[in-house]
């Protein structure tokens, strides 16, 4: 992954390319699964229409089928645009610093521990969190709205609603309101170190067992099954592993539409949770979490590899 480096571009050409394969592998990841998304997102939030679709694969596949009947195909993908605003960036950067990062923590194969990659992972999941949150919690907003209207939810409308429910606020958020952009995000940034750590540990780990254990013609002739199943692997590990904590940051973000005036903490959001479904609610849509998390990170580890062979990087 770091034979890119080579003097066969300058500095700024080879970021170019890498940041074009991460955007590349990025959007293409979020756009297959988009349907799968907002589903999960939905279910996690509790959503008064769709909690009694929680609990089986089946009431995953009849949830689509109720966003399509109430609100047709587009429903799917609500808030798409907002999801590609926030992922092409996010990969695009994130893909970029680990490339640097991983070539700076681990030069040599001897300096390739399991600590290092797992502070390379958490240092690229950190990196674009601050500047593309706010388009996740927009993207959420519109997501979970299921109300029947005639005007169909947009991000401007999230926007200003957002921007509304800080003004009446009061306090530091009615001074700023543009805080009220980042509901969730101390829990978004602590879910961020072990589920971006925790991809590519595995994801690293995994692809140097299969250059140890594999032939090199082996390798050549399976790579891009080898990555798919490593990809799924690594995702599914991690989202298993975060899963509460991006149901509570889910449930801080989507908050807005109960609580207007003000921010629900950590401890609330918990309570509240709980109260909804006891411990089985941190885990409230964990099955379409995995139906999605296998082919996304699947497809943007695999697709990330492709694009960075066919920019030669």
Same mark, same amino acid.
């Given at each position: 992954? +770091?034979?890119?480096?080579? #003097? ?21 990841? +979020? ?36 966003? &399509? ?14 999801? %590609? ?10 893909? /970029? ?7 700076? %923590? ?12 797992? =502070? ?13 949150? #706010? ?21 401007? /409308?999230? $926007? ?5 429910? @800080? ?25 961020? &170190? #072990?589920?971006?750590? @925790?991809?590519?540990? &595995? ?10 254990? %594999? ?20 995702? =599914? ?6 899963? #509460?904590?991006?149901? $509570? ?9 109960? /609580? ?27 099955? &379409?979490? %995995?139906? +999605? ?15 960075? +062979?066919?920019?030669? $990087?």
């Amino acid at each position: 992954m +770091k034979d890119g480096q080579g #003097p066969r571009f300058s500095e700024t050409e080879f970021l170019v390319r890498s940041v074009l394969a991460g955007g590349f592998a990025g959007g293409l990841a +979020k756009s297959a699964v988009a349907p799968l998304d907002r589903v999960k997102i939905l279910l996690q939030t509790h959503n008064a229409e769709f909690i009694r679709f929680a609990g089986s694969w089946r009431g995953a596949v009849q949830a689509l089928q109720y966003i &399509v009947q109430t609100q047709g195909f587009r429903g799917l993908y609500q808030g798409h645009t907002l999801t %590609l605003a926030r992922a092409i960036p996010h990969a695009a950067v994130g893909y /970029t610093v680990y490339d640097k990062v991983s070539h700076w %923590l681990m030069p040599a194969p001897e300096y390739q521990t399991s600590v290092r990659r797992l =502070t390379a992972g958490a240092i690229t999941g950190l990196t674009a969190l601050p500047f593309t949150y #706010p388009f996740e919690l927009i993207r959420v907003r519109m997501a979970v709205e299921t109300s029947q209207s005639a005007i169909r939810p947009t991000p401007w /409308t999230a $926007i200003r609603g957002i921007m509304g429910e @800080g003004r009446s606020s009061g306090g530091i958020t009615g001074l700023m309101p543009f805080l009220h952009f980042y509901r969730g995000f101390t829990v978004s940034m602590l879910g961020t &170190v #072990p589920y971006r750590g @925790g991809i590519f540990l &595995v994801w690293e780990t995994l692809n140097a067992q299969a250059r140890a254990r %594999l032939s090199p013609a082996t390798l050549r002739a399976n790579q891009t099954r080898i990555h798919l199943v490593i990809g799924s692997i690594a995702g =599914t590990t991690a989202q298993v592993a975060t899963y #509460p904590l991006e149901v $509570i940051r889910r449930t801080q973000q989507a908050s807005g539409k109960g /609580t207007p005036n003000r921010m629900i903490g950590f401890q609330e959001t918990v309570r509240s949770i709980w109260m909804a479904g006891g411990w089985r609610g941190f885990f409230t849509g964990l099955g &379409v979490g %995995l139906f +999605k998390q296998v082919p996304t990170h699947a497809i943007s580890l695999t697709s990330w590899q492709l694009a960075k +062979k066919v920019l030669e $990087i």
